[in-house]
């Protein structure tokens, strides 16, 4: 009898798996919770990749924000630039402007080498703050005939008339430079040469007009309007207060009052009385004085030939060619250019509050209008 042996017979053996060696990585990963460990190494890095681009993003768009705020700064700086040359340009022109107007009212009066006919337009309305007043007529005046090679000088007028104190002191001008330079001077009426315009063209040694000319209207007039009636119907009271009984001069809002009416038609006759010495001192024996020739109407220049309120038929043109015998016209009329009218608003916003009062107390000077009309 054989000997049992104790070794298990190879079929009788149960197989093993064979086991990996003991690395130190099997041995981490064997441990308990390596698995959740490994995810969340994943995430964190995850996690760093996600921020290094959200802060590469951030970046990206600051820079971006940067990139527009330089260039709209340069495209404002550019704005501003372009602004300022176009102010400077504006100035220089304007400054240019001015100065080629002066030279120009200069340069107007600038007397020529050729013997000429000096001509000075009296043209529009006669008042204060017309081309036509006394200020610029005077200096027109002054030239002309301080002119030396101007043989004459002719007064072109085409004017409706205006005011008495400004055609006064016109016509007394031309008296005394007459006298001061012994130059002829000759007035030539176009359209229309009526009243105040009329006054200035007696101081001329002769008088010009054409056929159809409207010459004469020596007169005076004052005008007004009354609202008394309208502001009854209105249901308007009139509450004026004055110290001085005749303070309220011909107030239209107020009835009239008969002493100040006829204190009016005086003045007015006064004024008139003046008008008609100065035009028989002008005229003389030429003047053919008729009952209506005072009374403020006109006539054509044919009929003012024939009444002696004018000498002959003519224009300016055949008045330096035939009369003068010089045809070379020259003209010394001052304009009035940007400067003046500057001057002008300045002074006038200046003396509105300086003689509001002095305004005040001439009978209501912007209501009632005083014009040889």
């Not at 990206?60 to 404002?76: C, N, Y």
């Not at 005394?176 to 101081?203: D, F, M, N, W």
């Not at 009035?336 to 006038?348: E, H, M, T, V, Y």
């Amino acid at each position: 009898m054989q000997g049992h042996n104790d070794e298990p017979s190879p079929q009788n053996q149960t197989p093993h798996t064979q086991q990996p060696p003991h690395t130190p990585e099997n041995v981490w990963a064997e441990r308990p919770g390596a698995q959740q460990r490994n995810r969340a190494d994943v995430n964190l890095e995850e996690t760093l990749t996600n921020k290094k681009r959200q802060s590469k993003s951030e970046g990206d768009w600051e820079r971006s924000v940067l990139e527009k705020l330089a260039f709209a700064s340069l495209k404002e700086q550019r704005r501003a630039r372009r602004w300022k040359l176009f102010f400077t340009m504006l100035f220089f022109v304007y400054i240019g402007f001015i100065t080629w107007t002066v030279l120009k009212n200069s340069s107007l009066n600038t007397p020529t080498a050729a013997e000429h006919t000096a001509v000075v337009n009296i043209k529009g309305a006669i008042a204060d703050d017309s081309e036509a007043s006394a200020r610029y007529v005077l200096r027109s005046l002054r030239e002309a005939f301080e002119a030396s090679n101007a043989k004459a000088v002719v007064l072109n007028i085409n004017s409706p008339g205006g005011s008495p104190v400004q055609a006064g002191i016109i016509h007394d001008e031309i008296i005394r430079l007459k006298g001061l330079h012994k130059k002829p001077v000759h007035a030539v009426i176009g359209e229309l040469g009526a009243s105040a315009a009329y006054y200035i063209a007696v101081a001329a040694d002769d008088i010009y007009v054409d056929k159809a000319s409207m010459v004469g209207s020596i007169g005076v007039l004052m005008n007004g309007f009354g609202f008394t009636g309208t502001m009854e119907k209105l249901g308007v009271e009139r509450r004026l207060l004055s110290a001085g009984d005749h303070k309220g001069f011909l107030d239209p809002f107020s009835p009239q009052n008969p002493a100040d009416v006829n204190h009016a038609k005086r003045m007015l006759a006064q004024i008139h009385n003046q008008f008609i010495e100065v035009v028989r001192q002008g005229r003389g024996e030429r003047l053919k004085e008729t009952p209506t020739m005072f009374s403020g109407l006109v006539w054509t220049g044919e009929e003012a030939v024939q009444l002696g309120l004018a000498d002959q038929l003519g224009s300016l043109y055949s008045v330096a060619r035939d009369v003068v015998k010089a045809d070379t016209l020259v003209d010394y009329t001052y304009k009035r250019g940007l400067a003046d009218s500057i001057a002008n608003r300045l002074g006038a916003s200046f003396g509105a509050s300086a003689s509001s009062a002095a305004i005040d107390t001439i009978a209501q000077d912007s209501k009632h209008i005083w014009s040889y009309d």
